[in-house]
């Protein structure tokens, strides 16, 4: 299992949810209750380092990934799945027999 915490700043997610707002298009994803939430900012900061803590194991850890940038975001995500893919080895599953020379009428 790979568990990734996508880590925003408050600047950030102060400016990712004023251009919601701004822009037309992105406004969907905009609702009022975020200006409440983010009031809430020290609350769900200790939350979400108390659910991290509790929940971290050591063959099941947290990857708290800045997220502030995208390109940086996706990056360090990448880099720890193939991290974990290498690990695990996979392989194409065996074949059915008998499929050499079959032609698609």
Known sequence: MVKVFLNVSKEVQR????????DPEKR???RKGDLDDRKL????AQAYEDVLTRTSQADAPWYVVP???NWVRNL???????HHLERMKPRLP???E???GLVVE
């Open 76 to 82: 360090v995500v990448a880099k720890v799945l193939l």
């Open 67 to 69: 997220a502030d940038h």
């Open 28 to 30: 969907w994803k905009f």
């Open 98 to 100: 008998g499929l050499e």
């Open 41 to 44: 900012w020290p609350e769900y």
């Open 15 to 22: 400016q990712r949810l004023q251009e919601r707002l701004d």
């Open 94 to 96: 065996e074949s059915e």
